[in-house]
T-cell receptor, first 112, second 113 residues
């Protein structure tokens, strides 16, 4: 059973546009929500993460928006660049443990 | 630090053979995770260890899969006997108690013919 649901499965954005990827969860015990970025042939790498005590976190062009009441969180990539083309995974874990529950991933293509 | 090291990077084997995947976590990390990635199921957690002790192996698909961590710097994932449906990319990741961030290795692409 997928504990974190991610959409869309794939996304095509023009250079300079905004990429938005959404995730939803059910387990209210989750309190750590990271986003991982994976390039072909590589392992996933942490991009940005948020805890539920804040509603937004920004690092450069990447922003996580978090809605605790709706149990949803999203990744916004501003001014998307071709180098951002990768697969993005949202995840969630409980503070009592360290195991991450991953979404199924979104394949992002940024066209020149 | 060299990061998480996995070997081999690619493995092609025939159905019924034993396969052993190896992982060296980042020095000082006390959590080690094994994941399997497929197009159909995405990234699945198979098992994880804390201080070399298996904590949760509920993701191990069948008794054909086993994992060990004999010391803080080495872990193996073994499949015996292997089947074509085991074909996937297997990732090892490690993290420290002081941080939730997991560092992934480059993965082992397993093909079972």
């Amino acid at each position: 059973q997928q504990q974190v649901k991610q959409s869309p499965q794939s996304l095509i954005v023009q250079k300079g546009g905004i990429s938005i990827i959404n995730c939803a969860y059910e387990n209210t015990a989750f309190d750590y929500f990271p986003w991982y970025q994976q390039f072909p042939g590589k392992g996933p790498a942490l991009l940005i993460a948020i805890r539920p005590d804040v509603s937004e976190k920004k690092e450069g062009r990447f922003t996580i928006s978090f809605n605790k009441s709706a149990k949803q969180f999203s990744l916004h990539i501003m001014d998307s660049q071709p180098g951002d083309s990768a697969t993005y995974f949202c995840a969630a874990s409980e503070n009592s443990g360290y195991a991450l529950n991953f979404g199924k991933g979104t394949s992002l293509l940024v066209t020149p | 630090d060299a990061g998480v090291i996995q070997s081999p990077r690619h493995e092609v084997t025939e159905m019924g053979q034993e396969v052993t995947l190896r992982c060296k976590p980042i020095s000082g990390h006390d959590y080690l995770f094994w994941y399997r990635q497929t197009m159909m199921r995405g990234l699945e957690l198979l098992i994880y260890f804390n201080n070399n002790v298996p904590i949760d192996d509920s993701g191990m698909p069948e008794d054909r899969f086993s994992a060990k961590m004999p010391n803080a710097s080495f872990s193996t994932l073994k499949i015996q006997p292997s089947e074509p449906r085991d074909s996937a990319v297997y990732f090892c990741a490690s993290s420290a108690t002081t941080s939730n961030e997991q560092f992934f290795g480059p993965g082992t692409r397993l093909t079972v013919l």
